[in-house]
């Protein structure tokens, strides 16, 4: 207990060491409505005790406190976490048993988040504030600030279909399921003696020309 008090206060006395660790969150996206495990990784380049970070999240994006949790990565240590009154989650990682985190690189945390249903879509920046790390010779390094960009998207059925089958073929190109944004081409292939009209969903033209290209906002079915 006498280190674990020891290591707290370290957080906060002001003493500055070179960047022993850095993190991240790398290469995330999270589809509107959806909930799902946010990772944070922790580079290590030599030896530390403990650290503290705060998780911010932008509006229309919620955390469940509960399910922070650390990783194997951090089995000689324990995880304290807490909602803020500013709104961001507060994880402070401590060992009770000298444990160290060797020089490496991989996730260490991991939070469930949840992306409403009517968050605008984009890339949003989460940020990683107020970051302290307790290194080896129980000096600290503090890291004020990180910005990470997380995607947050939506996906859409695209399909299409010839009136007739004797008159010609109808493919879009990518089909089924695609993510918002995505560069789409309708392709019209009229059977010799024919000749195409226009792509229309339901009762609304959309182009006249053989060759059709978008972008996917939405469910689409071109016939």
């Known amino acids: 207990m006498r280190k674990l008090l020891f290591l707290m206060t370290m957080f906060f006395a002001g003493l500055t060491a070179f960047a022993q660790a850095d993190f991240s969150i790398k290469d995330f996206k ?10 944070i990784t922790m580079t290590v380049t030599s030896n530390i005790q403990a650290f503290q970070l705060d998780l911010y999240v932008p509006d229309g994006v919620t955390f469940d406190v509960n399910s922070t949790s650390l ?40 939070v469930d988040i949840t992306a409403a249903e009517d968050i ?19 000096s600290t390094q503090k890291i004020s ?23 010609g073929a109808a ?33 609304e033209v959309k182009s006249t020309e053989n060759t059709y290209e978008l972008t996917a906002a939405d469910d689409l079915a071109l016939t």
């Open 30 to 39: 999270i589809k509107k409505g959806e909930t799902k495990k946010l990772p």
């Open 71 to 110: 990783t194997a990565w951090g089995s000689q240590h324990t995880v304290s976490k807490s909602k803020r009154k500013d709104g961001s989650l507060r994880v402070m990682v401590m060992t009770f048993s000298f444990g160290m985190f060797n020089p490496g690189e991989g996730e260490i945390l991991t």
């Open 120 to 138: 605008e879509l984009g890339t949003k920046n989460f940020q990683l504030k107020n970051i302290a790390v307790t290194t080896e010779d129980e």
């Open 145 to 167: 600030l990180i910005d990470c960009p997380v995607k947050i998207y939506d996906e859409y059925t695209l399909s299409a279909s010839s009136a007739s089958e004797t008159m």
């Open 171 to 203: 493919t879009i190109t990518p089909s089924g399921i695609v993510e918002n944004g995505t560069s789409v081409t309708a392709t019209a292939t009229p059977i010799a003696g024919y000749e195409f009209v226009n792509w229309t969903v339901g009762e």
